[in-house]
């Protein structure tokens, strides 16, 4: 009898923490629809600590999910529009918020460019995540991030549910480029190539350490990647031909990073570093609230913020370029709200 209690106690457990592991591991995509949005939540979809994806945009969102609601991944899919509190619904006891809404950058944009549309986005997806699920983990994708992270974390703070450790400006795909522009040159495997990239998400912000990959650089190589990886983006959206920017290599990079907060949060994993954009002390004494560096995550976020480390002098000239302009960009987020 009493084996028999032990067994079922133990089946109740499982089941309880498998409940728990179900509420814990609803995503939410908001800006699903479009063109990072969709590859994102087909990514999304393949990962096995996504139990329910929860899809959102202005338009299209029920025949996306429908469309990856027949993938044979564990994990359901639901759409949702504007109506009927569909925002609410799309919210509601999410673990992980992922925004990509906004509209995308054109032949002759910066990301500045895209500010005035896409501040307001994102500030009413804050608002309503502040309402509806408070608690969960934020990843911001929506451009200018260098602006849109200030904004989202200002519109928290006066909901009074702002927590640092959960809020991320996704800045992996600068990592990404960096790892595959380098490989380019040195004739290496990607995956063999690891460049931390440090300051904000965009332009002369973007600041690779190609000093501490262990590779040696010639001046003109280290001048014409520093500047690749700094403005590639501009590549794709001059490829595109006024089609749109990166959304691929940005779904990628998102999804990467969506799986290491996962994988630190609900996974259980330990060791997990990523790059992100958040709020840090690493040039708070020259007034920049966020900076991305490399940052270890935990079951709670945000565990371990890393410094850069040992640096050249030519990329301590790169970071003095970025400071100021970095410091620019998150005054007009903090602005936009106060």
Known sequence: MFAATRVLSSVAAKRA???SAANLSKVAVLGAAG??????????????????????DIQNTPGVAADLSHINTNSKVTGHKPDNNGLEEALKDAH????????????????????????????????????????????????????????????MKKAGVFDPKKLYGVTTLDVVRASRFVAEVKNLDPKDVKVTVVG????????????????????????????????GGDEVVKAKDGTGSATLSMAFAGARFANSVLEATVGGKKGVIEPSFVKSDVF??????????????GPNGVEKIHGLGEISDYEKELVSKAVPELKKNIEKGNSFVQ
């Open 17 to 19: 923490f498998s409940t």
């Open 35 to 56: 063109g990072i949005g969709q590859p994102l939540s087909l990514l999304l979809k393949e990962n096995p600590h996504v139990t329910h994806l929860s899809l959102y």
């Open 96 to 155: 992980l918020v992922v925004i990509p809404a906004g509209v995308p950058r054109k032949p002759g944009m910066t990301r500045d460019d895209l500010f005035n549309t896409n501040a307001s986005i994102v500030r009413d997806l804050a608002q309503a995540a502040a309402k509806h699920c408070p608690n969960a983990h934020f990843l911001i994708i929506s451009n200018p991030v260098n602006s849109t992270v200030p904004i989202f974390a200002e519109t």
């Open 200 to 231: 904000g998400h965009s332009g002369v912000t973007i600041v690779p350490l190609l000093s501490q990959t262990g590779l040696e650089f010639t001046k003109e190589e280290l001048d014409a990647l520093t500047h690749r990886i700094q403005f």
């Open 284 to 297: 708070a004494k020259e007034g920049v609230e966020y900076f991305s560096t490399n940052i270890e995550l």
